[in-house]
């Protein structure tokens, strides 16, 4: 009998994925309420010189990650939780949250911030995302940079109920099989998703307890799929017992039937058909060979991938203004 199970591995910290993904980070950072900076309203863990659940990454007032370059792949992040401030060299800036994605294509150079502003000051503000790096295509890595928003009211999401509950199905990029209504918004143009013969998508599936859901096969031609299941107990794969925090991948040419144990579970799916290219990765650059990565860094110190027009390298955008993108 022919496995619907091809590896099983335990997540580590980055999550560890297949081509054409590069590494994917969940974070989940518990922070306080906060401060008229929009930073935590208790002292830093360095600071308090105790553990705590939160992390302020390279941010000094405001937690994130100040300005850095990327070039050669892209990022894309789901914000599940919490609030994302957005700025970069192209003058996008954007403020996003609650199921919101950002793509951003950095192609031949970008410069950008990510820092998660504290809006709530009399309450806990739980920061949950995914950043998922995608890989390019050596044709495509010098492509001019490009930041789009998926806004969570128009990324589909799917319902399966069966006798003993319900999954529902994000679809982020790609519809399984089988099911009808709204497509996702359209990838940028120069992405690898974007490619007819990719058969990439992303999908979160959230499984109430005991639910069952076939998983459908897909039909691109040297497909690779993975499943993260980052939430939950136990589940059953093909009739295969799996434990939660482990990366799964699995034959993606089959139905493979889904059965949940006894908690709501949380699953995310990366697949895509492999680019099949050397990948050399040094820090924020990803490229086909280390001529091409020295010629990355000697380009950023030359033009820092364009201009900088922010205030500072940590901008966030005050605590009034709701949910919006601009260039």
């Known amino acids: 009998m022919t496995r619907s199970i091809i590896n099983v591995a335990r997540l580590g910290t980055p999550w560890q994925t297949i081509d054409p993904f590069l590494v994917c980070a969940h974070h989940v950072d518990h922070y306080p309420a906060g401060n008229a900076s929009l930073g935590p309203d208790v002292p830093s863990p360095a600071v308090a010189g105790v553990e705590q659940d939160w992390r302020m990454y390279f941010g000094q007032t405001v937690p994130g990650f100040p300005a850095h370059p990327h070039r050669g792949f892209e990022t894309i992040t789901i914000v599940r939780q919490g609030i994302v401030d957005h700025a970069d060299s192209l003058g996008a800036r954007a403020r996003f949250g609650a199921g919101d994605v950002q793509w951003l294509t950095a192609g031949r150079g970008i410069v950008h911030s990510e820092m998660f502003p504290l809006l709530e000051p009399n309450k806990p503000n739980t920061l949950e995302l995914f950043q998922i790096w995608l890989n390019l295509p050596a044709r495509d890595k010098m492509v001019d940079p490009n930041f789009t928003m998926f806004w969570a009211e128009d990324i589909p999401r799917h319902i399966a109920a069966d006798a003993e509950g319900g999954v529902e199905v994000t679809c982020i990029v790609g519809v399984p099989n089988g099911i009808d209504g709204q497509s996702p918004p359209p990838p940028p143009p120069k992405s690898w ?134 260039r």
């Open 193 to 326: 998703a974007a490619d007819p013969h990719s058969d990439l998508a992303i999908w979160t599936l959230k499984l109430a307890p005991e639910a069952k859901w076939t998983l459908p096969p897909t039909f691109g031609s040297n497909t690779r799929r993975q499943l993260f299941f980052f939430k939950g107990s136990t589940m059953t794969l093909g009739g295969e017992h799996v434990e939660a925090r482990s990366a799964i991948e699995v034959d993606c040419t089959r139905p493979i039937e889904l059965t949940n144990g006894s908690v709501e579970a949380e699953i995310l799916l990366l697949q895509g058909r492999p680019i099949n290219e050397p990948i050399i990765q040094h820090g924020p650059f990803v490229m086909n060979s280390l001529d091409e990565v020295r010629r990355a860094y000697a380009d950023y110190r030359d033009t820092r991938f364009g201009h900088w027009t922010w205030p500072t390298n940590d901008p966030d955008h005050g605590s009034v203004r709701g949910r919006f993108a601009s």
